[in-house]
């Protein structure tokens, strides 16, 4: 489907990640993002195993994700989160989340956080019911390059990674 206003994915097969983070169950009218983050920050630091400079904003939704209303009060579960090449030497404060290999829709985003609720619903209300995927449950994704230049900066670029089937 051609969009001018909304890049095309590109379609990956991914091969199982193994992040390390932390995790927080919220919803968007009570969004813990910002708290989320701030906790980790310090705490990346002592993640001795990266395999890369850069840094994950996980979604695990519900099994039913996208067949029920998704209203501001549904709950998710989000990590802040960095992958790892072993699940040695863990920092105790830590936990491990397996994304499981599968076939991803990767959208490259600029923007601000801000601005981001109008890029998913285009992702979701017009790109997937009119692409030849349906979505799979695994967890959705955001890679943030280790340049990333913060989530109210226009300029900032990441990746959203969107599991389909």
Not at 132 to 154: K, S, T
């Amino acid at each position: 489907m051609k969009d001018t206003k909304h890049p095309s994915p590109v379609i990956i097969e991914q091969a199982a990640l193994t992040l390390v983070g932390l995790q927080a169950t919220m919803s968007l009218s009570h969004n813990t993002t910002m708290q989320l983050w701030q906790t980790f920050g310090p705490l990346r630091k002592t993640i001795l195993n990266k395999s890369n400079g850069g840094s994950y904003s996980v979604q695990c939704y519900a099994d039913d994700f996208m067949t029920t209303p998704f209203t501001p009060e549904t709950k998710f579960v989000k990590w802040a989160a960095v992958a790892v090449t072993t699940e040695n030497d863990i920092p105790n404060q830590l936990e491990v989340l397996k994304i499981p290999k599968g076939k991803w829709a990767v959208f490259p985003y600029k923007g601000t956080t801000r601005d981001f609720g109008v890029f998913a619903q285009y992702i979701y209300s017009q790109w997937l019911p009119n692409s030849r995927y349906q979505l799979d449950h695994r967890p959705h994704y955001e890679f943030m390059p280790e340049d990333y230049l913060g989530p109210n900066n226009p300029q900032s670029e990441e990746e959203v990674w969107i599991p389909i089937k």
